[in-house]
């Protein structure tokens, strides 16, 4: 077993001083048991704790760091930025960069606007669909997670779904009461909410791949139905591309699947490791954003230089260098064979999910396409695998209904000491 003494004492100061010790509920390992592991650096594909234990790191801070942690050219980037101060609560030439190089790479944004997080992103894209359309319902998927604003906190994925419970205290019912739940991949169930809710609904909300309930594809046809569906009911269709967005290819999950939302929203990559969030796509839509509309969003950090050149760093690798997709996909798919390869070896009750440089390996046998199918998931024994592969190094997010997400400093071999451990894993239990 590995030495983790100085994690242990650090989760102890944290649980006096912060709610379960930690400032986002996942990183308490509450889904998993055990000690979560304090990280004192990263380098490429490792991360080391303050036990100065070693591991592959599966999470990539939940998927901004594409590239791998520390990667030189954007710390370079933000190093030299740095010196020239760290806000000003003004314009900046970066903004304006930023702004081009999203527009330039994803056909859907006409015009976006920086945000902080992508919970801030989604808040102010909803509002904004509200604002250009008059209507105030929403319709959401369960097992969707699209951060932590009230309206969203309904059937939500990600911790909301680990913890249980789903509803958090705190949400007056009025702020769901416009909140439509329906099933992903069951087109029936969107069409009958726009039936019962006629001329009601401002926009469709939806992860054009789920990730927050572990891995889900969109099946044939959904996220197109789901366009025109938007289409003859003159709502809005929101694609929450915070994961997808940058990952699944340049133009994210719009480009990868041909499909225009009316508007998408980003975080995570964007920042390359900062606070940073977006939401963006039509020029009509946008045009009601104040101070061109009515619609009212600001923040005194948006569009913050640092972060900024963090954030241009990384997509300009990302725009220059479209190899990165191709090595990237590629792992992910070696990565997913190979562990298809060893449920079917060893009988395992489990199912694999992926695309590109996603997946997660379920603990049922039944095909994961919805939140109930997500959730038949043995999470009890996710817990026992999870916490086999980080004791021999393996850093997977700490719960069943999470991504894996590859970069591109990781490899083959990483990968191959990943499964032969995971073989393991089936061997033993
Ligand atoms: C992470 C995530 C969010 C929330 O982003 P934060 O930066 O954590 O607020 C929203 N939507 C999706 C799809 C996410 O994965």
Redesign the pocket.
């Given at each position: 077993m590995m030495d983790i003494s100085e994690s242990k004492r650090l989760a102890e100061r944290s649980a006096r001083v912060m709610p379960g010790g930690v400032n986002?509920p996942v990183r308490a390992f509450n889904a998993v048991g055990g000690t979560p592991r304090y990280i004192k650096k990263a380098e490429g594909r490792y991360l080391y704790d303050e036990d100065n234990n070693k591991y592959i790191d599966y999470i990539g801070s939940?998927?901004p760091m594409i590239l791998g942690h520390n990667d030189k050219r954007v710390v370079s980037a933000v190093k030299k930025r740095i010196e020239s101060g760290m806000s000003f609560g003004a314009s900046t030439r970066l903004e304006t960069d930023m702004a081009e190089l999203i527009c330039s790479l994803v056909p859907c944004v006409e015009m976006i606007r920086m945000v902080n997080?992508?919970?801030?992103?989604?808040m102010s894209a909803v509002r904004t669909a509200r604002g250009f359309t008059g209507r105030d319902k929403v319709i959401k998927f369960e097992g969707?997670?699209?951060?932590?604003a009230d309206t969203m906190l309904i059937k939500a994925g990600?911790g909301a779904m680990t913890s249980g419970v789903p509803n958090s205290l705190g949400v007056p019912s009025g702020c769901v009461s416009d909140t439509l739940l329906a099933v992903y991949n069951d087109v029936k169930s969107v069409e009958d909410l726009f039936k019962v809710y006629k001329d009601q609904i401002a926009c469709v909300i939806v992860?054009p791949v789920a990730?927050?309930m572990g891995v889900v594809l969109p099946e044939d046809n959904f996220l197109q139905s789901l366009r025109r569906l938007c289409d003859e009911n003159g709502a809005l269709l929101i694609f929450?591309e915070?994961?997808t967005g940058f990952r699944l290819g340049i133009a994210g999950a719009s480009g990868y699947f041909g499909i225009k939302p009316d508007l998408v929203?980003y975080?995570?990559i964007i920042g390359g490791g900062m606070?940073v969030?977006a939401y963006g796509g039509r020029r009509d839509v946008m045009s009601v954003v104040s101070p061109l509309g009515g619609v009212y969003q600001a923040g005194t950090l948006s569009g913050n230089p640092v972060a900024m050149q963090a954030g241009i760093a990384q997509l300009e690798i990302l725009r220059d260098n479209p190899d990165i997709y191709d090595n990237i996909n590629a792992l992910g798919e070696y990565f997913r064979r190979g562990i298809e390869d060893i449920i079917e070896r060893y009988s395992a009750p489990c199912t694999v999910n992926g695309i590109g440089s996603l997946l997660t390996l379920f603990f049922t046998s039944e095909k994961v396409r919805d939140y109930n199918t997500a959730a038949l998931s043995d999470t009890a024994i996710f817990a026992d695998y999870f916490n086999f592969m980080l004791d021999r190094g393996n850093y997977f997010g700490a719960s069943q209904f999470e991504a894996v997400f590859v970069s591109s400093a990781h490899t083959r071999e990483d990968i191959d000491k990943t499964l032969s451990d995971m073989e393991d894993y089936f061997k033993v239990r």
């Open positions: 986002s939940w998927g997080s992508g919970t801030e992103a989604v969707c997670y699209h951060g932590h990600s992860e990730a927050n929450d915070v994961i929203t975080g995570k606070p969030g």
